[in-house]
């Protein structure tokens, strides 16, 4: 489900912020609009633009679990200033989502098949979710191993956050 006008941000309210890194923080956001926030749903891969009224509007990968529809997560790189914006919300901020956007993994394709994502740092949002249904439906899908590729384990963004089980591995 998305707005009826997909070019119109409805407005979401965010419930946690995760400092991931020193640079990079996730934002757990509801749809204010209740009924709206039961019917969402995206795929693996597909992207969101947050609005920072009065400083833009920025796209970021979805990264929850699309089987799990309580909030919607979005992890942000602190790069620019829309970024810096989003960075300096907190727990009760309001922000507008525009939301599901772009295609998607072609999770259905891998069933049956050994899926291995490879990835460091930011880059890693948008295999989050993919590897996190892929986990969660293993039996159809066949093994699924994450592998990053960081620096010091400080640095390793996504460690408090859905990247965690049996098969994730740095």
Same mark, same amino acid.
């Given at each position: 489900?998305?707005?009826?006008?997909?070019?119109?941000?409805?407005?979401?309210?965010?419930?946690?912020?995760?400092?991931?890194?020193? @640079?990079?923080?996730?934002?757990?956001?509801?749809? @204010?609009?209740?009924?709206?926030?039961?019917?969402?749903?995206?795929?693996?891969? %597909?992207?969101? %633009?947050?609005?920072?009224?009065?400083?833009?509007?920025?796209?970021?990968?979805? @990264?929850?679990?699309?089987?799990?529809?309580?909030?919607? %997560?979005?992890?942000?790189?602190?790069?620019?200033?829309?970024?810096?914006?989003?960075?300096?919300?907190?727990?009760?901020? %309001?922000?507008?989502?525009?939301?599901?956007?772009? @295609?998607?993994?072609?999770?259905?394709?891998?069933?049956?098949?050994?899926?291995?994502?490879?990835?460091?740092?930011?880059?890693?949002?948008?295999?989050?979710?993919?590897?996190?249904?892929?986990?969660?439906?293993?039996?159809?899908?066949?093994?699924?191993?994450?592998?990053?590729?960081?620096?010091?384990?400080?640095?390793?963004?996504?460690?408090?956050?859905?990247?965690?089980?049996?098969?994730?591995?740095?």
């Amino acid at each position: 489900m998305t707005c009826s006008n997909p070019l119109m941000p409805v407005m979401g309210t965010i419930i946690e912020v995760v400092d991931e890194t020193s @640079n990079i923080k996730t934002f757990r956001i509801r749809l @204010n609009d209740e009924e709206a926030m039961k019917q969402f749903a995206f795929k693996p891969g %597909q992207v969101g %633009q947050l609005s920072m009224f009065g400083a833009g509007e920025s796209t970021f990968v979805i @990264n929850s679990s699309p089987t799990r529809m309580d909030y919607l %997560q979005f992890s942000v790189m602190r790069v620019g200033e829309v970024t810096s914006r989003l960075h300096q919300l907190k727990v009760g901020d %309001q922000v507008g989502v525009r939301a599901p956007l772009g @295609n998607s993994f072609p999770v259905e394709a891998m069933k049956g098949k050994d899926v291995v994502f490879i990835g460091g740092g930011i880059g890693m949002a948008p295999c989050v979710h993919c590897w996190s249904t892929c986990w969660t439906t293993a039996r159809t899908t066949g093994t699924s191993h994450c592998s990053t590729a960081h620096a010091p384990p400080r640095t390793w963004p996504f460690r408090r956050t859905s990247m965690t089980g049996p098969s994730a591995r740095t």
